[in-house]
Structure formats: C-alpha cells, structure tokens
C-alpha cells in the first residue's frame, strides 16, 4: 500500500498540458509541470537571449538609418573638395579634374566613388523610408499566416540582399536598389520583433524586454558612428552584413511564440515553446490556459474593418499611433541636425564626428537606463517625464535661436543649449524613445495585433518622411526658433493626452488592458 501511495502522488505531482490533447507530444518528458509549492519557477535568460536575437534585426535596422551620416559625404566629393588647404590652388586643380572624370565615367578614377548629384543624394537617403512603409503594409498579415519566426527569417533575406548591393555597388541605380530593400527589412522588423517580443515575455519583465528594440537600435546607430569614418563605405556596408546573418542564424534556434502557436490549434507545441523560453520548471499548464482565454476573447482574425468596429482594438489602435505621432514631432531629427551647430555655439571644437559619437553614446547609456526602469517607474510615468523635459528644452533652444536672430549677444548662456540637448535626447531616450515600440505590442488581442502593428508602423515612417521632409523648408520659411517651438508644442499636447487618455499598463495582461480600452 505504501508504494500504491507513493505512485499516486508521483501523478499528483507531475501534469502535463498535453495530455489533454490526445498529441503526440504527449508523452514527451519536457511537457511535465512540477505544480509542488517551492518548486514550480522560471527562468528569464531564455526570454533575453529570444529578445535580443530577434532584436538583431534592430541593429541592422540602426546601421541603415546611420549609413548616410559618413557615406554621403564620401560619395559626393565636390562637396569634400571644396575646403581648402595651403595648396589649394593645386589640389583644386587635381580634384576637378578627377571630378570631371568621375561623371564622365560614373565613378572616381582615383577611389572608385559614385558622384551623386542634390537629387539623386535626396532619394537615396528617402528610399529607405519609402522601402519601410512597403515593408510594414503586408508584414503583419504574413506573421499570422506563417508565423512570427518564420516572418522574421523571410523578411531578413532583403537585409542581407541589400548590404550586398551597397557594398559591391558602382553605379547609383545599386544605391536605390540596396537602400529600398533595407527600407522594406526596416519596417518589417519594426512589426514583427516587437509582436514576438510581447509575445513570448513574462509579465513581470515585458516592459524590460520590450525596450531592448530601441536600445538595440541606437547600438547600430552608434557602431556606423564609431566605424564609418575609419573605413571605406564598401567596406563599412559588407561589415553591416554581420548582423543580418548573426540574425539568421540565431532565428534557427528560436522557437515560435506560443501565443501564435496556441492560435492555430498547436497546443502541445505551444508548451514546449512556453518550456524552452520560461524553462523546464515553469508552469506551462497555467500559462497556456491564460494565453487561451485571451485568444477566446479574441475570436478569430480581425479584419481591418474590425479594427475600427472593435472599441478595445479601436482605443488601442488611436493610442498606438499617437504614441509613433508624438515620438516623431518631438523633433529628434531636428535637435540632432542641429547637434554640430550647438556644440560650436557652446565654444566647442569638436569634430562633427566627434559630436555624432557622444549623441550616440548617450542615447544608448539611456536608453539602457529606460529598460531598467520601465518595470519599476512604469510607461506612463516615463512618457510623461519625456514629453514634459522635452518640451521644456524645445521651447529653451527655440528662445535661444530667436536671441540669435535678433543679434542679442548670447555669449554669456552658450552653455544653455548644449545642456538642453543633452536632457532632450536622455528624456527621448528613456521615454518616447522605446516606450511607444513596447505598447505598440501590448494594446492588441492576438487577432488584431498582426494588422493593427502594421498600421501603426506605416503611420510612423510617413510621419518619419513628412518630418524629414518638411523640416528644413519650415526652418527656412519661419526660423529656427518658430521650428522648435512648433515641436515643443507638439510635446505639451502629448504631456496632456498621455495625463488624461492613457493608463498605466505595467504587470497588466492582455485581458486587462483590452478590458480598460473596452470601457469595462
């Protein structure tokens, strides 16, 4: 009797969640949940090591958006040329004339350069943008038919063919080509790695892992900043190249997520997949049901119209693309185009290189220190002291611009602006930097996410593009200072909406968030 006891609480102790199923992973050992108290734990490496490959996309996607800042100037010579030195006379002699061959030919005799004229160097840099919103539109509906792994390994393909391109390119038509392709990889990665992120996170860390997008994307900002001055651009787009196939090949070891899995009807695949990225001691069995009430409440896949009809899906989709409005009229790229002239104004010598690597370093040190916080401080908090020291600064810079204008002597604050830079980007890099990618996968059911992050991330690049493209004749038709005052409103309306239309969502699940947006 005392062996029959034994037995029967062996089989008390060990459940497994397919055996519900009747599959053939039934008997498989790792599908086995130790529910005894004091044993039952999981393991969040597995979860990071997910994250960060995935994340690999990001990087790439960093090294693309970077690329132009050292390229440019190295395949448009008559403008490097027109500086002068002691032998000036001479050496512009020489450079005309291997200029003049250069556009006879196509390239420079002497480094193999492109020349590229004004128009041609404007597509170059848009078609990336161009290339994202393409690779956004079908991204999500092609993560739910087959998947968010297998997305992510499709749609790495157009990052390696695009590095090939510009790294082995002679003419300018391989520049348009390589620079939409890696504009389609972009905007997919953009959908697809926050979708798988949100995912395959534990509650108590997906605000954590969710960040890792953007801080992963400033490092591959960073690394074209280190290394794009020491080397060729030929050489600088092949060593780009790493990261993509790192990509590739870590995507083979990764599972699927198990809400995906869950969604087709996979059920004992989808603990396997709980086991390997929440370890082996895990409560899979409690998880996969949590996961499948989300999915009941969901129904099947939304269509786009649903999106709209749907309240909760309808709240989180205006949130969502918000949150990307904000992110890009708070007027980054402007405070960054403006770096170089700041940093002179403050009495700084520094190379333009030079102040390119510090704003990278710092966006990357604090966008480190937002995935530390987030879990603690939470999203609305660190949106809200975002938008709140960025307008501040915004509306500083704009003041000090006007003073410059009107030949007010400003020699005693050239200070001032350099250290509203500096709070600018580490309030940018803690909050709108990464938050608006982490709820972008928090706000949606499984049946809309697919469509819903695609459009939110369409909506994003043409604010990207329409930001690009409209700043420089807004600073040339109404000033500097009117340009930053106009971005520092846009923060005041985003300190507001976010303080009256938008909840915490730290440690809530699906089910509760979709219950807030809901009204319930």
């Known amino acids: 009797m005392d062996s029959e006891k034994v037995v029967r609480a062996m089989a008390r102790w060990w459940q497994t969640v397919s055996q519900e199923d009747g599959e053939g992973n039934a008997h498989n050992p790792m599908l086995y949940d130790p529910l005894q108290d ?19 996309g990001a990087v790439s996607a960093g090294t693309a958006l970077a690329w132009t800042s050292p390229v440019l100037p190295q395949i448009t010579p008559d403008k490097s040329n027109n500086s002068t030195n002691s032998n000036s006379t001479t050496n512009n002699l020489l450079g005309n004339s291997s200029i003049v061959n250069a556009i006879a030919n196509g390239t420079d005799s002497t480094d193999d350069r492109i020349i590229l004229s004004v128009s041609e160097e404007t597509w170059v840099s848009s078609l990336l943008a161009i290339g994202a919103f393409f690779g956004a539109l079908p991204t999500g509906y092609i993560a739910d038919t087959i998947g968010r792994r297998y997305t992510a390994m499709v749609m790495d393909v157009p990052f390696i063919l695009a590095w090939i391109s510009l790294g082995f390119a002679q003419s300018v038509g391989w520049l348009y080509v390589g620079r939409f392709l890696i504009g389609v ?53 092949l060593l780009c190249l790493i990261f993509p196939v790192l990509l590739l090949a870590g995507l083979f070891i990764l599972p699927e997520t198990p809400v995906y899995l ?44 649903d999106l709209f009809s749907s309240r909760g899906s309808r709240n989180g989709l205006i949130i969502s693309v918000l949150l990307m409005v904000f992110q890009q009229f708070s007027g980054i790229n402007a405070v960054i185009f403006f770096t170089e002239s700041i940093f002179k104004s403050s009495g700084s010598t520094l190379d333009s290189s030079v102040c390119s690597i510090i704003v990278g370093v710092v966006q990357v040190i604090m966008t480190l220190c937002s995935s530390l916080l987030i879990e603690r401080a939470g999203r609305k908090m660190l949106l809200l002291f975002s938008s709140t020291v960025m ?8 003041a000090y ?12 604050i050239g200070w001032l602006p350099l250290f509203c830079v500096a709070f600018f980007i580490i309030s940018f890099s803690v909050g709108y930097g990464p938050i608006p990618w982490l709820m972008m996968g928090e706000l949606f059911l499984p049946d809309a996410k697919g469509k819903a992050v695609s459009l939110t991330v369409m909506f994003n690049w043409v604010c990207v593009f329409a930001v690009t493209k409209c700043f420089a ?36 699940t699906a089910g509760q968030i979709q219950d807030w947006l809901s009204g319930h």
């Open 401 to 412: 611009y006007n003073m410059l204008e009107s030949k007010k002597d400003v020699s005693s």
């Open 38 to 56: 004091g044993v039952v734990k999981t393991s969040k490496g597995r979860q990071y090591l997910a994250a960060l490959i995935i994340c690999l």
């Open 473 to 508: 004749s807004m600073n040339a038709s109404f000033g500097s200072d009117v340009t930053f005052w106009f971005f520092a409103t846009c923060m005041a309306v985003a300190t507001l909406y976010v303080a009256l239309a938008v909840r915490e969502t730290k440690g809530k």
């Open 262 to 305: 869950l969604k087709k009807g996979r059920r004992s695949e989808a603990a396997l997949s709980l086991k390997w990225l929440w370890g082996r001691y895990c409560d899979s069995r409690s998880a996969i049901q949590i996961i499948q009430n989300d999915l009941d409440q969901a129904g099947d896949d939304a269509s786009i119209l």
């Open 185 to 237: 990889a972009t905007g997919s990665f953009c959908v697809v790695a926050p979708m798988y992120i949100s995912e395959i996170a534990e509650t108590s860390i997906r605000g954590t892992l969710g960040t890792l997008f953007q801080l992963l994307l400033t490092i591959g900002i960073l690394f074209i900043y280190l290394i794009g001055s020491l080397i060729s651009w030929h050489n600088l787009s």
């Open 391 to 398: 307008c501040i600064c915004l509306a500083i810079l704009g």
